[in-house]
């Protein structure tokens, strides 16, 4: 199962434009490797939606309903509408607890849907002294929820009044502390009532898929404009041909790329785009006086040349060590600790487990490392990112027995 949006990126790197893939119309003209990076960004997610969102018995009816939030998310782009849209998340959050007409999934605690938008409503717009405070509002719900594992206990009407106030006072109070600052303004609270008014529709399937449409839509478009393609800032972003590339996927007609070609070409173009500064780097270290590369790829300058024996791959080892990217920010640094370490030869990357057998005891190396050799297409932790090039400076100090 592919993911949704966020995950894909692509490079414009010796790779060859997509072309159509099959014989429909297509609804735009891809005339170099940009036009198809965007199509296949938009193809890709417009698949992983239709399988992930639209599962199941969709109808062409619940198709059309979440496009139609889609365009108008990918459209809308305001400040004010992130606080409708955080209200339409909570609106909707709250109908799950709702379902059949009851609160949490308990038939002893009957929901009355008016007296809890109310009390959130008049929470946010502080209109009045409250029934409750934010404490004590927590507490009454949580006791009645524990009074319903008690067999054969009921509510009054009036108890469950005020069951279905303190909810929603709760809920009211959540909010305004998780999406109003103190200094909000009428406007801001205005557009996260109106997101709560419209979520709170969402109990007919096609009004929900409308609002997966618009939260998707403007998650997208955001992502989109503030981070490029997948976080890739370079890559040009075409939202024309991104946009008709997904309504295609998940409508499933006339797309110019299947599920899986879409997909591996981002993947690919991810690779490539970014291994390619690593790439350039060793590419001009090579030529550097001094610099040796072995038949893997690793390249070495020797700083000392040591007179002591050679590890072997069943050894431990002695070094002192400093550990940099291409940039020459370092990221890990025995040397600065004060402090050597030890290790087995094949407890280390690649990189280092092959220069370890090249280097006498009392040398002083400095390598640098592919990303084959490193910590490849994952990375390590925040530090070293995916497909990074690593320079090491090492001290191999001793053979331990």
Not at 64 to 83: I, N, R, S
Not at 125 to 142: L, P
Not at 198 to 218: E, R
Not at 283 to 306: F, H, P, W
Request: with cysteine; charged share 20%.
């Amino acid at each position: 199962m592919k993911k949704v949006v966020g995950i894909l990126a692509a490079a414009l790197i010796a790779l060859p434009m997509f072309t159509a893939c099959n014989s429909a119309t297509p609804k735009v003209a891809l005339t170099n490797e940009a036009d198809s990076l965007n199509y296949a960004f938009g193809a890709a997610n417009g698949y992983a939606i239709r399988e992930n969102l639209l599962a199941g018995d969709t109808t062409s009816a619940d198709v059309k309903a979440f496009l139609k939030g889609f365009d108008e998310g990918y459209k809308v782009q305001t400040p004010l509408f992130q606080k409708y849209l955080d209200g339409m998340r909570v609106a909707m959050n709250l109908d799950q607890q709702m379902q059949d007409g009851f609160l949490v999934g308990d038939s002893s605690l009957i929901a009355n849907k008016t007296q809890i938008y109310n009390a959130i409503y008049e929470v946010l717009e502080n209109k009045k002294e409250f029934m409750f405070t934010q404490e004590e509002a927590y507490t009454y719900v949580s006791n009645a929820i524990s009074r319903t594992r008690v067999e054969g206990n009921k509510f009054t009407a009036g108890e469950l009044d005020s069951v279905n106030i303190a909810f929603g006072l709760h809920n009211g109070y959540q909010m305004k502390q998780f999406f109003l600052t103190p200094d909000a303004d009428a406007a801001e609270v205005k557009e996260l009532i109106k997101g709560l008014k419209a979520g709170s529709k969402s109990d007919k399937k096609d009004y929900t898929l409308y609002l997966n449409g618009l939260q998707v839509g403007a998650g997208m478009y955001g992502e989109l404009s503030e981070q490029g393609i997948a976080g890739q800032k370079e890559l040009t972003v075409d939202f024309n041909i991104m946009k008709a590339a997904l309504v295609a996927a998940v409508q499933n007609e006339n797309v110019e790329m299947s599920n899986e070609e879409a997909y591996d070409y981002f993947m690919s173009r991810l690779m490539s785009l970014r291994a390619a500064p690593g790439q350039n780097f060793l590419a001009e270290n090579a030529k550097k006086e001094g610099v040796i590369t072995t038949a893997s790829g690793l390249q070495y300058r020797i700083i000392k040349e040591g007179n002591g024996p050679i590890p072997t791959i069943s050894d431990k080892v002695k070094v002192h060590y400093e550990g940099k990217l291409i940039d020459g920010s370092i990221f890990d640094s025995s040397i600065q600790r004060g402090e050597p370490i030890v290790f087995g030869v094949t407890q280390v990357i690649p990189g280092w487990t092959e220069i370890l057998q090249l280097m006498p005891v009392g040398s002083e190396y400095e390598i640098y490392v592919p990303y084959q050799l490193g910590y490849g297409e994952r990375g390590a932790g925040q530090q070293i990112p995916p497909y990074a090039a690593l320079v090491f400076q090492i001290q191999l100090l001793g053979i331990e027995k």
